[in-house]
Structures are given as structure tokens and as C-alpha cells.
T-cell receptor
Framework: ETGVTQSPTHLIKTRGQQVTLRCSSQSGHNTVSWYQQALGQGPQFIFQYYREEENGRGNFPPRFSGLQFPNYSSELNVNALELDDSALYLC?????????????FGSGTQLSVL | GQQLNQSPQSMFIQEGEDVSMNCTSSSIFNTWLWYKQDPGEGPVLLIALYKAGELTSNGRLTAQFGITRKDSFLNISASIPSDVGIYFCAGTQGGSEKLVFGKGTKLTVNP
């Protein structure tokens, strides 16, 4: 158990809708990263937040946005959902900005877009 | 998006056998990591490698950071049923905040 919790665990949406996924980081961690894992693929980096500021972004369109709150929890928002957005969304926290290998992953939110 | 080249894609072995999987890249990575992911869970870090040529063990697992910094391998000795899962290699470049992952190796262990 890593202490990183994500909600909801499963979600079904229809194309064009908007979705918000939530993540509570492990105690003492100030950095949250989000990854998208399509079926049969490895996770792909979406973005990272450090002390409420975006600290790097992967190759995802602007309809993927995020927030980090003063308690270091985070949200991932996706607007205008597309079928290809169906995936497992993983949140990971760390106590170090920028250093990928210090990440602890949550169990993810499985998003299905119909 | 960018992904590492991981092989094999899947493996079916008998309990007690040794396993080897590897990961390659066309570009240099300064950190190599190996993760295991069980169904319904996030990846869990098994081994982290920080220097070219480094050989590191974690119980029955051994991993090496290739001297060219473009590859890594993971060996599992004397496999047991709980080794079943998907193994991912991952790496970081420069001071990057992101992990780049391979597509995974799905391991099945027959008792």
C-alpha cells in the first residue's frame, strides 16, 4: 500500500462529456504526476504538479488539464471526451520535484468512454 | 508518445525456471527502472539503476544498466507463482520529470 489514493476507481462517460479524476498524495509528498495507460501499453506521462504549479507536460492536448491544491492533492480534468481517452489513469506522488524514479503510484481510475 | 522497446511481449514458464527480459532505446537514459504491475493496481518499483554498468539485486531479481546507457535487462531466478504480472521497464532522461515506459512483458508462471 503506497498511500496514494485515487477516486473514483471506475467511471463510464459518453463522448463529449467532461470528467474529473481525483488523487490524494502520500503523506509528506509535494509532487503529483499523472499518467495515462491504454490497454496493453505502458503508462504515458500527462503532466506533473509541484507546489500547485505545472512542472512539465507530456504530449497531450489542452483539453487535459490539472490542478494541485495546498494540501498537495490533485485533480485531472478531461474535457470533450473522445473514445481514445478510455484508459487507466494513474496518479503518482513523490517528495522530490522532477525526479521520476521517486514516484509512488496509486491504483488508478479506469475510465471508459462510450 | 515515446516508449521504450521491451521484449519479449509475453512469457509462459514453469515454476522454478529463470526469466530474462530486456529493454532498449535509441537514445540515452540516465536512470533505468523496473516495475511490476498486478491487475487493478498501479506499478510498483522493483529495482532502480543509476549508473552505466550498474548491476543491482533485489532478492531473486537482478537488473543491469547497460554500458551504452541505451538498454537494461531484468532477470528473475527460480520463478514462483506470485511472480505473475506485467513487468515494465522505464527510464528518465536528463533532469526530466517524466518516466518513459516500455510496453511491458506479461509473465505467466505455471505451477
Amino acid at each position: 500500500e503506497t498511500g496514494v489514493t485515487q477516486s473514483p476507481t471506475h467511471l463510464i462517460k459518453t463522448r463529449g462529456q467532461q470528467v474529473t479524476l481525483r488523487c490524494s498524495s502520500q503523506s509528506g509528498h509535494n509532487t503529483v504526476s499523472w499518467y495515462q495507460q491504454a490497454l496493453g501499453q505502458g503508462p504515458q506521462f500527462i503532466f506533473q504538479y509541484y507546489r500547485e504549479e505545472e512542472n512539465g507536460r507530456g504530449n497531450f492536448p489542452p483539453r487535459f488539464s490539472g490542478l494541485q491544491f495546498p494540501n498537495y492533492s490533485s485533480e485531472l480534468n478531461v474535457n470533450a471526451l473522445e473514445l481514445d481517452d478510455s484508459a487507466l489513469y494513474l496518479c503518482a506522488s513523490s517528495d522530490t520535484r522532477g525526479v521520476g524514479e521517486k514516484l509512488f503510484f496509486g491504483s488508478g481510475t479506469q475510465l471508459s468512454v462510450l | 508518445g515515446q516508449q521504450l522497446n521491451q521484449s519479449p511481449q509475453s512469457m509462459f514458464i514453469q515454476e522454478g525456471e529463470d526469466v530474462s527480459m530486456n529493454c532498449t532505446s535509441s537514445s540515452i537514459f540516465n536512470t533505468w527502472l523496473w516495475y511490476k504491475q498486478d491487475p487493478g493496481e498501479g506499478p510498483v518499483l522493483l529495482i532502480a539503476l543509476y549508473k552505466a554498468g550498474e548491476l543491482t539485486s533485489n532478492g531473486r531479481l537482478t537488473a543491469q544498466f547497460g554500458i551504452t546507457r541505451k538498454d537494461s535487462f531484468l532477470n528473475i531466478s527460480a520463478s514462483i507463482p506470485s511472480d505473475v504480472g506485467i513487468y515494465f521497464c522505464a527510464g528518465t532522461q536528463g533532469g526530466s520529470e517524466k518516466l518513459v515506459f516500455g510496453k511491458g512483458t506479461k509473465l505467466t508462471v505455471n505451477p
